[in-house]
Structures are given as C-alpha cells and as structure tokens.
C-alpha cells in the first residue's frame, strides 16, 4: 500500500489539524515536551512520517561545528515544527525557528505555542524566502 502524497498545504492543514486536537485534549499549561510526544504520536495517527528530536547541523566553511541542535519535528522531511509553551512569542522564537529551516534547506516551517487562551492565536506558517 502506498501512502498518501500531501502537497505543502495539505501538510500545513493536517499539522494545525493535529496541533489543535493535543490543544483540545490537554489544554494549555504543561511543559513543552508533552505536547513534542503528544504531537508527533498524533501526526503519526494521521499517517504522517514524522521525525522527533532531529539533530541540527551547524556548518561553518565546510565543516561541522555543531549538531547540538535538536529540532522538535520535522514531518514528511518538508516542514519544521517547532513547539514552544511560553506566555507569548518573542522575537527569538521566530529566528530559532527560521534558522532551522535554513540549516536544513527546508522553506516551510510552523511555530506552535501550546501556552495560548485561544489556539487560533498559538501558530504562525513561516516561509523561507
């Protein structure tokens, strides 16, 4: 069987999807990393291939510096998931997020807040340019 082939969109869609499902279920007010396992299990439900904790190289003149990084999710190896639990988004959770995408040479990424009153203000779609 053949799995199903998401266009970008359809990824962004079905990760704000799972994202507000752990929201309604759990709330806001716990720690980051139970909402990392709650949605990468999630994700994997919806038939999504997702990669957690995924080391982050640094480069610098050809070689590597660092892999100390860990980016929260990657999904379907196009979109970076990056999950906060934070009162409110700050400017660096924006470059932390984007500076992921540009190490892996991935264009789309989404930042979640899980900490918000109302989901619909918990995630923001970034895009490379």
């Avoid at 069987?1 to 990824?11: A, I, S, V």
């Avoid at 999950?83 to 930042?111: C, D, S, W």
């Amino acid at each position: 069987m053949t799995r199903k082939k998401y266009t970008e969109n359809e990824l962004i869609y079905e990760i704000i999807g799972g994202a507000m499902e752990v929201y309604n279920h759990l709330g806001p007010g716990l720690l980051e990393s139970i909402y990392q396992k709650a949605l990468f299990k999630e994700l994997i439900l919806r038939d999504l291939f997702v990669q957690s904790q995924v080391p982050v190289a640094v480069m610098y003149k050809g070689y590597c510096i660092s892999d100390d990084l860990r980016l929260d999710l990657l999904v379907e190896k196009s979109i970076v998931v990056e999950l906060k639990a934070v009162e409110y988004l700050v400017p660096v959770h924006f470059k932390q997020t984007r500076t992921y995408m540009k190490l892996l040479n991935i264009p789309t990424g989404l930042l979640i807040n899980f900490d918000v009153g109302d989901f619909k203000d918990g995630y923001k779609v970034l895009r490379n340019k």
